[in-house]
């Protein structure tokens, strides 16, 4: 089974600057998709940026890149200028490309609670 | 406007008072399932539904009951709540199982079982 495992529970960052968040994944399958979900206190669930496994270019989104590392299986996000509405919990998040034996399920880390300070 | 709700959203009720957490899509997603969320450990899946009348166990599904009679709609039932599965519970679908396209999540259902 995989396992995703994210070892900081809490970052802080001063606005304006950059952190990166640590994600590591437990996996046998060489196709699957990684996911970055922000969880910010209203609790609802927002996509922060996807990876498919057999890209090797790392996705960016505006302030928002990964560094994927397949043979590491290292899955970090880093944020650029930070904002204050980016405090908030992320996910780190693994999918199966195998939809039909693994029913498709996302296998989340713990998450890693983000605090931006002014 | 594409969404995924959830009723109600916030419920606190006693052990073993059967309840039913409702989840309706209106994309056409033949994927949907429902997740719980607990402090440490993130989320986890319960059960899934690859499409109508097509569900199966997640990770966690001990206490639950789903159905898929209707591809918008996927309920999870809780037929005799017990204080262990005070939660947030989330719905999600995406368009197909093997999709790399993402889940959309509803708004979460807090629980409280006393």
């Known amino acids: 089974a995989q396992t995703v495992t994210q070892s900081q529970p809490e970052m802080s960052v001063q606005e304006a600057e950059t952190v990166t968040l640590s994600c590591t994944y437990d996996?046998?399958?060489?196709?699957?998709?990684l996911f970055w979900y922000k969880q910010p206190p209203s609790r609802q669930m927002i996509l922060v940026i996807r990876?498919?496994?057999?890209?090797?270019q790392n996705a960016t989104e505006n302030r928002f890149s990964v560094n994927f590392q397949k043979a590491a299986k290292s899955f970090s996000l880093k944020i650029s200028d930070s904002q204050l509405g980016d405090a908030a919990m992320y996910f780190c998040a693994y999918r199966s490309a195998l939809g039909e034996t693994s029913g498709s399920r996302l296998t989340f880390g713990e998450g890693t609670q983000l605090t931006v300070n002014p | 406007e594409a969404q995924v709700t959830q009723n109600p959203r916030y419920l606190i009720t006693v052990t073993g008072k059967k309840l039913t957490v409702t989840c309706s899509q209106n994309m056409n997603h033949e994927y949907m399932s429902w997740y719980r969320q607990d402090p440490g450990l993130g989320l986890r899946q319960i059960y899934y539904?690859?499409?109508?009348?097509?569900?199966d166990k997640g990770d966690v599904p001990e206490g639950y009951k789903v159905s898929r009679k209707e591809k918008r709609n996927f309920p999870l039932i809780l037929e005799s709540p017990s204080p262990n599965q005070t939660s947030l519970y989330f719905c999600?679908?995406?368009?197909?199982?093997?999709?790399?396209?993402?889940?959309?999540f509803g708004d979460g259902t807090r629980l409280s079982i006393l």
């Open positions: 990876q498919e496994a057999y890209k090797q």
């Open positions: 996996t046998s399958e060489s196709d699957y998709y």
């Open positions: 539904s690859m499409n109508v009348e097509v569900t």
């Open positions: 999600a679908s995406s368009l197909e199982a093997r999709s790399n396209q993402p889940q959309h």
